[in-house]
């Protein structure tokens, strides 16, 4: 069973600054199934990145992702004030599928 | 364009039997290469996965729940049903149904995404 780590537990940054965040996992990642979701309160997870960085549609070029194996990682550029928001990592190529336990980012 | 929603009991007794029904519109689970799963939060925790049904009718647990759970779908109403068995308080939780893109390589699945997802409905397990 995959364990998804996701570092740090909350991220503090102001609009405009780039926001760095990394997930590791227990076991390499078949095939580089990494998914990143974004979730707002009240709301539900909305996909923003598939296969370690392919781009889900409509999401805006300022989300990237990147990795391989065991480290992933989800950057965002310049953070708009609709990115804050808590940020999960999911591998979906084996069984169990294993969300990580979210990073929060938050505005400072 | 895909959509689903969850319904059903939003309070449940403890040792109560959950169903939870996923009604979704936009594709057909009768389509090779697509599949619904079932995801909760416990309020202010991480998701986590529970169970999932593809278009062929295999299915899939999650290995600490899979002795509580069971996971059908009625292709002809648009419907996954999710039943969860011996509700306790720790299940409270709000629960999401997804749709998921399936690859598969040689006939066996290699991934399913979570790419479209329904609203959630919070389900309060209390006597």
């Known amino acids: 069973e995959i364990v998804l780590t996701q570092s740090p537990g909350t991220l503090s940054l102001s609009p405009g600054e780039r926001a760095t965040l990394s997930c590791r996992a227990s076991?390499?990642?078949?095939?580089?199934?990494l998914a990143w979701y974004q979730q707002k309160p009240g709301q539900a997870p909305r996909l923003l990145i598939y296969?370690?960085?392919s781009r889900a549609t409509g999401i805006p070029d300022r989300f990237s992702g990147s990795g391989s194996g065991t480290d992933f990682t989800l950057t965002i550029s310049r953070l708009e004030p609709e990115d804050f928001a808590v940020y999960y990592c999911q591998q979906y190529g084996s069984s169990p599928r294993a969300f990580g336990q979210g990073t929060k980012v938050e505005i400072k | 364009q895909i959509t689903l929603k969850e319904s059903g009991p939003t309070l449940v007794k403890p040792t109560q039997t959950l169903t939870l029904t996923c009604t979704f519109s936009?594709?057909?689970?009768?389509?090779?290469?697509?599949?619904v799963g079932w995801i909760r939060q416990p309020p202010g925790k991480a998701l986590e996965w529970l169970a999932l049904?593809?278009?062929?009718?295999?299915?899939r647990y999650s290995p600490s729940l899979k002795s509580r759970l069971t996971i059908t779908k009625d292709t002809s109403k648009n419907q996954v049903v999710l039943t969860m068995t011996n509700m306790d308080p720790v299940d409270t939780a709000t629960y999401y149904c997804?749709?998921?893109?399936?690859?598969?390589?040689?006939?066996?699945?290699?991934?399913?995404?979570?790419?479209?997802w329904g609203q959630g409905t919070l389900v309060t397990v209390s006597s």
């Open positions: 936009g594709f057909s689970l009768s389509t090779s290469g697509v599949g």
């Open positions: 997804a749709h998921m893109t399936v690859g598969t390589i040689f006939g066996v699945v290699s991934f399913d995404l979570f790419d479209y």
């Open positions: 076991q390499s990642v078949s095939s580089s199934y």
């Open positions: 049904i593809y278009w062929d009718d295999d299915k």
């Open positions: 296969g370690a960085s």
